[in-house]
């Protein structure tokens, strides 16, 4: 991991890690010092984490927690164990949503540098008990999920599994942001436009189990702002979309004044 991936990792890193109360980088004398500022609780599954960056802008991320045991997991590790889960969204100081679009979004502790070519989505995850690859750069997604032979959940499995725990977390975000009117709405859909060719995801799988929820969970709120300023869902909303931009703005125009508060804000 390079030093600059490391820097944008760090805030998230220690979000994650509710043990790091500090961390100085020392980049050959260069300090670099982030600290955890108070937890505030929005409401009973989310909390906003702030972290103060020095020479920089106040991190601030909301973040939901997770944790139950699990029967299939304590039998294939032969302990009990719990599956846990988090997940976040990062704002600015206007509550307006930040793109992470590029950058590392899953997390087993640390980073999972480089899995952004298999998985791009609009959290920030992360699970101690995720299953990555020997490299640490993408998530065993593709094959069994059960073993016959030994009669327990496979490493596919289990990362299956967290991701039926993740959804309820997105749809409790995104019903939070949504109510209170938080800015760049949009960025709730990255990524979700299609899955990505990778060995190491079922497509098909990702496409019904994933995506589908992803979106499911965008059509039940009011996440569109439209011209008149005020939100609608998705379903209510016409957007308008023509080959040629020209005829776009002509359609635009015209749909503007026959029904402006149907359409949506570009």
Not at 74 to 91: F, G, H
Not at 142 to 147: A, L, P, Q, V
Not at 235 to 248: G, H, Q, R, V
Request: glycine share 4%.
């Amino acid at each position: 991991m390079g030093v600059e991936n490391l820097k944008e990792n760090l805030a998230a890193t220690m979000l994650f890690c509710p043990e790091i109360a500090s961390l100085v980088l020392d980049e050959n004398g260069l300090l670099t010092t982030i600290k955890r500022l108070p937890v505030s609780k929005l409401n009973d599954n989310i909390d906003l984490a702030e972290f103060e960056v020095e020479g920089s802008n106040k991190r601030r991320f909301l973040v939901s927690h997770h944790s139950e045991y699990d029967e299939e997991l304590s039998a294939r590790y032969k302990a009990v164990r719990n599956i846990r889960l988090d997940a976040a969204l990062e704002i600015d100081d206007s509550n307006n949503i930040l793109s992470h679009r590029g950058q590392t979004s899953f997390f087993c502790a640390l980073p999972l540098v480089g899995i952004e070519d298999q998985l791009d989505e609009p959290l920030i995850v992360n699970s101690p008990d995720f299953e990555p690859d020997s490299e640490r750069q993408s998530l065993l997604l593709s094959g069994r999920t059960w073993n016959e032979e030994k009669d327990v959940i496979t490493e596919v499995g289990i990362n299956q599994k967290i991701y039926k725990l993740l959804l309820p977390i997105y749809d409790s975000i995104v019903k939070l942001v949504s109510e209170r009117r938080y800015g760049n709405l949009h960025l709730l859909a990255s990524g979700l436009k299609k899955a990505k060719k990778h060995k190491e995801l079922d497509a098909q799988w990702y496409e019904e189990q994933v995506l589908q929820q992803y979106r499911q969970t965008l059509m039940k709120y009011e996440v569109v702002e439209r011209n008149d300023g005020q939100f609608s869902k998705l379903a209510d909303c016409i957007f308008a979309k023509e080959t040629k931009l020209s005829d776009e703005i002509n359609l635009y125009s015209l749909l503007s004044s026959l029904s402006p508060a149907s359409i949506a804000q570009v």
